[in-house]
């Protein structure tokens, strides 16, 4: 949950050791760290010389042959880590995305000095540096968990369910919601229970009335003929429920329990057949599969429309018959921490994508260019280019619809919703960039070109926030009126 939360800035001084009272040159932090003789946590410092951004290597410059020791491992010159001790207070490495960790004071090389109480330390706080430096373990830092993947799969398992009860009351879409090769499972295992049950108690009547003893007796009236073992009343079970019939075994009249049990077994039968038939065919005929030919561009982009900084992302349909009342929505994924302290992982909020105008219902024929309006209403109202950086965020666009070959005209109500998701982070979002054109009309028609889907190119907008934008706009039309009233004013004394 701490993935969501906003990223400190890119400063150095963030990145080093928890800062530390500093008086009369560093001797009292020193000596009051030297009293309490615990280890240093295990937080790396910043290098002096060079700036540490995490998420990119970076080595001291003194020392560039470590550059193929820090693939390999740890370097050679470095000491293996002291075991810990039992009162030793460590602290996470995923403490660097919350944002209310305390800055150390820059440019203070004696409190930094001061917080290591002997060079041994110094020594593995450095070899501790260049092992998160690596790219290996930078590369592993930089990948954090999706709740939606691109191609619109939720990431969300669901465990400790108590009550599973719920689920055998609706055993009809429990079924259908089963995977293929289970659902199947499910569909023989009926039939061949059904098949076995009844072919044991043709099997038990045939051996207490006798038949069984009696075969090839022309005298003996039998209640099931020509059942001589388990194997033939399986036979005449299978025969009897898939109404085969080839004549030989058979239920007779001499018996009124084999009329009613062969009665039972037609009506059992009769549902399961509807009961199988009725999900296999919800199952083949929904359309998820529809989604796959829905596509979203694989960037969102910020630029300026009609003055106003948008946040826009395109979608597309790759097939010729069109989605029907297709509606399309946004939500934002962020985690943050209340005024009170209270933590809320992973909560959500809504971006406008035309809500109130109209523009969320699509005629999707041709790739369109979705658009959020970035006002006072929207989430990034107070957020720049440079403060999208340290942001950690994630945008849902959940894309609805009924497919045209199951719903047309006046039958709409039984037509089929699909719908098709995708996601963006924060590093799939291009300051500054706008969609190239991809239609052109080429004899008589329009021309969709597929392969201009993705591409994007620079134009010329600012880095300030859209609320900073508004106010030197407002400020700019205060300092024009004033201009305008004090010539008025001079006007009117002429």
């Given at each position: ?11 150095t ?48 410059p ?11 491992g ?36 004696s ?13 593995s ?44 009351s609706d ?44 075969q ?69 005929s ?26 826009m ?13 297709a ?25 406008n ?64 919703t ?27 028609a ?21 609320k ?16 305008s009233?004090?010539w ?7």
């Amino acid at each position: 949950m701490l993935a969501y939360l906003p990223r400190p800035p890119t400063d150095t001084s963030r990145y080093g050791t928890f800062p530390q009272k500093v008086e009369d040159g560093g001797q009292q932090a020193a000596a009051t760290a030297a009293k309490r003789g615990a280890p240093m946590p295990n937080y790396p410092s910043a290098p002096r010389h060079s700036s540490f951004v995490p998420g990119e290597p970076s080595l001291p410059p003194s020392r560039g042959s470590l550059t193929t020791q820090q693939h390999r491992g740890r370097p050679s010159w470095c000491p293996p880590p002291a075991p810990q001790e039992a009162g030793a207070r460590l602290y996470p490495l995923h403490a660097l995305s919350v944002a209310n960790i305390p800055n150390s004071s820059r440019g203070k090389t004696s409190a930094r000095s001061s917080t290591i109480p002997t060079p041994e330390g110094l020594q593995s706080r450095r070899c501790k540096l260049l092992e998160e430096d690596s790219p290996m373990v930078q590369a592993g830092k930089r990948q954090r968990q999706r709740y939606v993947t691109k191609v619109g799969k939720c990431q969300v398992n669901l465990g400790n369910i108590q009550d599973k009860k719920r689920f055998l009351s609706d055993i009809f879409t429990t079924i259908v919601d089963l995977k293929y090769r289970w659902f199947l499972f499910v569909f023989m295992m009926c039939y061949i229970i059904t098949w076995v049950v009844f072919g044991f108690i043709y099997f038990l009547d045939a051996w207490v009335r006798g038949d069984i003893g009696h075969q090839g007796d022309p005298e003996w009236q039998a209640c099931i003929e020509h059942v001589d073992g388990f194997v033939s009343a399986l036979l005449l079970s299978v025969e009897s429920q898939r109404t085969i019939g080839y004549g030989t075994r058979m239920v007779t009249a001499n018996c009124a329990e084999g009329v009613i049990l062969l009665i039972a077994q037609s009506i059992v039968g009769s549902m399961i057949d509807a009961m199988m038939v009725g999900c296999m065919f919800v199952k083949i005929s929904r359309p998820k599969k529809r989604a796959q030919t829905l596509i979203f561009s694989k960037n969102c982009v910020i630029s300026c429309r009609d003055e106003k900084l948008c946040l826009m992302f395109r979608v597309g349909d790759l097939r010729e018959s069109h989605m029907v009342d297709a509606k399309i929505r946004a939500k934002l994924i962020k985690s943050r921490q209340t005024a009170e302290g209270e933590f809320i992982p992973l909560e959500q909020s809504e971006l406008n994508l035309g809500y109130d105008t109209g523009e969320d219902r699509l005629f999707l024929v041709e790739p369109q260019i979705i658009c959020h309006v970035i006002n006072r209403h929207s989430p990034f109202w107070d957020m720049s280019a440079e403060s999208l950086r340290r942001e950690q965020f994630e945008i849902i666009i959940i894309l609805e619809g009924i497919v045209e070959a199951t719903g047309k005209c006046h039958c709409l109500a039984a037509g089929m919703t699909c719908q098709a998701r995708t996601s963006y982070t924060e590093d799939e979002i291009l300051w500054g960039y706008r969609f190239e054109p991809c239609m052109s009309l080429e004899k008589g028609a329009f021309q969709v070109d597929y392969s201009r889907f993705e591409m994007t190119f620079e134009v010329q907008t600012p880095a300030a926030s859209a609320k900073e934008l508004h106010e030197l706009k407002e400020l700019e039309q205060q300092g024009h009126s004033t201009l305008s009233l004090y010539w008025d004013h001079l006007l009117q004394s002429c």
